[in-house]
């Protein structure tokens, strides 16, 4: 998968990555037609713990999802590593496990603990240097050259653009494949990223509602010159607000009646999610199983 990923990143337009959390979404997005998925931290801390994106989700946790998404669906996963959970020998793990666990590209960012999310105020950044290691460390420990490792800065909010040019400049030389530079300001902000190492390395662009950065699509900053456009906690603001709607109509009719032009049934589900081919595949295995499903 690493591999295909790689390619992808090479050609035009770019790539288009949404952002999930568990096995039902990579899946739907998977039959949507995506070509990669993005596993968010921030994503899987809001659904995972109902908690924000400021450090919570361990190492652990997160190859728990890692593994089980990429049981479920075979497109290229990137998934959001955020600061490698420690030092540079912390990432060398973290990169093992996850690359073990069904990781097609790592992300690590440039934050101290507690970490937050890149649009949010508040951060504050390990050094440059520091920083640079880990991503040495981050490409010394992956088992296949394929598998890619993206440097991530957030110091814009916190030392200015220029510094976040020269610490993505230093992660560059220190081996990363992938350059982000996070929560550029304005469109120009942008065009400088792309001018800087555009050349070099696939960029990242991360579109947040609400968040810093201007909102775009992904044929206009395809056309900009990124490679790589991620919508990571996009899923869950669609998701929140219907699942509100919906408490609030079984709160008030006691029923599910009112929603239900908007819901799938059991039948619609267990379409999506595949019974009737694992039913099948059963079957080569336990000819007494049953065949079909009624309800």
């Known amino acids: 998968m690493s591999g295909i990923l ?11 990555a949404p952002g999930v959390y568990d096995p039902l979404s990579a899946l739907l997005a998977q039959r949507a037609g995506f070509d990669a998925l993005y596993l968010s931290g921030a994503a899987i801390a809001y659904t995972q713990l109902g908690r924000p994106d400021i450090g919570l989700v ?4 997160l190859i728990d999802v890692v593994g089980r998404v990429a049981d479920r669906v ?9 600061t490698g959970f420690g030092s540079a020998l912390n990432t060398q793990r973290t990169v093992r496990l996850l690359e073990r666990s069904g990781a097609s ?8 603990y507690p970490k937050r999310c890149g649009h949010l105020a508040g951060k504050t950044l390990i050094g440059m240097a520091e920083m640079a290691g880990k991503v040495r460390a981050a490409v010394d420990s992956r088992h296949s050259q394929d598998t890619l490792i993206i440097a991530r800065t957030d110091a814009i909010a916190v030392e200015g653009f220029a510094a976040a040019l020269e610490r ?8 990363a494949d ?24 696939p960029l990242v662009a991360n579109m947040v509602e609400g968040g810093d950065t201007p909102m775009m699509g992904r044929e206009a900053l395809s056309d900009l010159g990124f490679s790589l456009v991620i919508a990571p906690g996009a899923l869950v603001r669609a998701v929140v607000p219907l699942t509100e709607a919906f408490f609030t109509a079984l709160l008030d009719t006691g029923s599910t009646a009112a929603f239900q032009a908007r819901m799938t049934d059991l039948r619609g589900i267990n379409d999506r999610i595949g019974l009737a081919e694992l039913l099948l595949e059963g079957q080569r295995y336990d000819p007494e199983i049953a065949p079909g499903f009624d309800a």
């Open 6 to 16: 790689a390619a992808r990143l090479a050609r035009k337009p770019a790539l288009l």
């Open 58 to 61: 361990s190492l652990t946790e």
């Open 74 to 82: 075979d497109l290229p996963l990137i998934v959001d590593a955020d």
């Open 105 to 112: 590209a790592i992300q690590l960012e440039d934050q101290t």
């Open 168 to 175: 993505a400049d230093a992660y560059r030389a220190a081996g």
């Open 178 to 201: 992938i350059l982000f530079v996070e929560a550029p300001r304005s469109l120009d902000e942008m065009r400088l990223v792309v001018e800087k190492f555009g050349a070099h390395l």
